[in-house]
């Protein structure tokens, strides 16, 4: 059974870090490019970051280029987010995903990710 963690949600004022991290199980992570989506309420889901399966290869959204870093380490199938300068609309529930397709497909969101966690919510106060 595949599984995919998310973790290190929480409440932070403006101009302040997070850092998620998802921990997958139950799938050969290294074979599968790792993203993460995030959905604000009202709102479509939307692309974050993803990156390759080698760690390698990263790909963010636009406005999430210089303060949002993706990284994975294969040795504990795991991948981090760092989230830093949040600001008010960078307020929703993330999620974390596995995709059998490349970081670059996942990016431009050709194909829906095999795999999603649950979820986790980051709320960013003014």
């Known amino acids: 059974q595949v599984q995919l963690v998310e973790s290190g949600g929480g409440l932070v004022q403006a101009g302040g870090s997070l850092r998620l991290s998802c921990a997958a199980s139950g799938l050969f992570f290294t074979t599968y490019a790792m993203g993460w989506f995030r959905q604000a309420p009202g709102k479509e889901r939307e692309f974050v970051a993803a990156v390759s399966t080698s760690g390698g290869i990263t790909y963010y959204a636009d406005s999430m280029k210089g303060r949002f870093t993706i990284s994975r380490d294969n040795a504990k199938n795991t991948v981090v987010l760092q989230m830093n300068s949040l600001k008010p609309e960078d307020t929703a529930l993330y999620y974390c995903?596995?995709?059998?397709?490349?970081?670059?497909?996942?990016?431009?969101?050709?194909?829906?990710?095999?795999?999603w966690g649950q979820g986790t919510q980051v709320t960013v106060s003014s």
């Open positions: 995903a596995a995709s059998t397709a490349t970081a670059q497909a996942m990016s431009r969101m050709t194909r829906p990710p095999r795999y």
